[in-house]
């Protein structure tokens, strides 16, 4: 394999060190120059991750352009050997049609409206926390929290009992556990979302209310329809919806109908149940007993179906998209020529013939009678390779 060439490399401001240098080490390490566009929200982060690399590359490997969307839509025009994007769908699809008019091959990682599906025989605590982190984590803003969880009745109520005391147990503010939603887009979006599930009579458990510098208290709903916006829109923001079911098995459909599919998880003590449901789920990432983290984890691939991209990052599956094949024969044979070469000899002539009948008797009788061409052939090759003396041409 070798390098593509350029790789043009557009990513968001949510984790604007971690999902950069998911590509960025791989693809210079593969012998790429990288064409950077960082998030216009994060020029710090940008700037510290220029300053790890730079001092380790010749110049021009890695060029870093700063700006807004006008300078994403340049990049993704530029006709890079490959482009490289983590971002929205809107973003992501307008990224695949600039692409597609120079014809450079897209890696997709998009959003994600990740679903946990909680079993009557799960350990309640370390299932509460596992969620609790996963759809709070980075204040929601990861395209792998868990926005929406179903839960078997049984357990519905103790989760919830306990999904609310550790929702109200993280700090909020500067100094808090809880981070601020980043830009005044994303808190209009979890606003109108949290509105939407209000208005559709939505029980909201805990949290709810805007705080100074654009945080929202971690916010729990229940009795929501289907069709709540929070329910289908990725949210990107600290709102958890909890749905409960009579039966896990009933959850897998509803988790499935969803426009995403980027992580699932299932958490039960019954591993073998757990895999079975895990398997069903329409996810690029299966867990089961713990969410998300695996998009840390360097030898594992990250990857989507449906509305959540057709791209993978982490893991030698990665490479495919960072370097191309390439094929070098080298030809050590003496004789004059091959068999297939002109001129044909009369037994080359014959074997053809044979072979197309074969061919055209049947694929099974061809296949059959295969062991015996092949006999035929290594006897014949000199034959077929045509002689260097005239009295051998026969």
């Not at 350990?123 to 926390?129: I, M, Q, S």
């Not at 209000?198 to 805990?206: E, K, N, P, V």
């Given at each position: 394999?070798?390098?593509?060439?350029?790789?043009?490399?557009?990513?968001?401001?949510?984790?604007?060190?971690?999902?950069?240098?998911?590509?960025?080490v791989p693809a210079l390490l593969a012998g790429n120059a990288v064409l950077w566009k960082p998030s216009e929200h994060t020029p710090h982060a940008s700037a510290f991750v220029r300053s790890l690399l730079e001092p380790l590359l010749p110049d021009g490997l890695l060029v870093v352009l700063e700006g807004g969307p006008e300078v994403g839509a340049a990049v993704a025009s530029a006709g890079c050997d490959r482009l490289v994007f983590t971002?929205?769908?809107?973003?992501?699809?307008?990224?695949?049609?600039?692409?597609?008019?120079?014809?450079?091959?897209?890696?997709?990682?998009?959003?994600?409206?990740?679903?946990?599906?909680?079993?009557?025989?799960?350990?309640?605590?370390?299932?509460?926390?596992?969620?609790?982190?996963?759809?709070?984590?980075?204040?929601?803003?990861?395209?792998?929290?868990?926005?929406?969880?179903?839960?078997?009745?049984?357990?519905?109520?103790?989760?919830?009992?306990?999904?609310?005391?550790?929702?109200?147990a993280i700090r909020v503010g500067p100094d808090g556990e809880l981070t601020p939603l980043a830009t005044e887009a994303q808190r209009q979006t979890v606003r109108r979302h949290l509105e939407d599930a209000?208005?559709?009579?939505?029980?909201?458990?805990?949290g709810g209310t805007f705080r100074e510098g654009g945080y929202l208290e971690p916010t729990i709903l229940t009795d929501l329809p289907e069709d709540a916006l929070v329910m289908t829109e990725e949210s990107f923001g600290p709102l958890l919806p909890v749905v409960a079911v009579e039966r896990a098995e009933d959850a897998i459909a509803r988790a499935n109908a969803s426009d995403y599919g980027l992580n699932g998880s299932i958490w039960s003590r019954d591993l073998a149940r757990a895999r079975r449901l895990a398997l069903q789920l329409e996810v690029g990432v299966a867990l089961v007993n713990n969410h998300a983290f695996t998009g840390a984890v360097p030898q594992l691939p990250w990857s989507g179906v449906k509305r959540s991209g057709s791209g993978v990052t982490s893991s030698e599956l990665a490479l495919e998209h960072l370097t191309r094949p390439h094929v070098l024969l080298l030809d050590r044979a003496r004789e004059p020529g091959d068999p297939w070469w002109f001129p044909y000899t009369?037994?080359?002539?014959?074997?053809?013939?044979?072979?197309?009948?074969l061919g055209a008797d049947s694929a099974l009788r061809a296949v059959g009678q295969l062991p015996g061409l092949l006999r035929l052939v290594s006897r014949r090759r000199r034959e077929l390779r045509g002689a260097s003396h005239p009295e051998d041409r026969r």
């Open positions: 394999r070798l390098p593509v060439g350029v790789v043009g490399l557009i990513t968001p401001w949510n984790l604007p060190i971690a999902i950069p240098l998911r590509t960025l971002g929205s769908v809107r973003a992501g699809r307008a990224v695949a049609e600039a692409a597609a008019r120079t014809l450079t091959p897209v890696s997709l990682e998009l959003g994600g409206k990740d679903a946990a599906i909680v079993c009557a025989d799960c350990d309640l605590e370390r299932t509460a926390r596992g969620i609790v982190w996963a759809a709070f984590f980075n204040g929601g803003q990861n395209c792998a929290a868990i926005e929406r969880v179903y839960v078997e009745r049984a357990v519905a109520r103790p989760l919830l009992d306990l999904l609310v005391d550790l929702a109200r209000r208005a559709r009579g939505a029980r909201i458990l805990c009369e037994t080359a002539r014959r074997l053809l013939r044979r072979a197309i009948a």
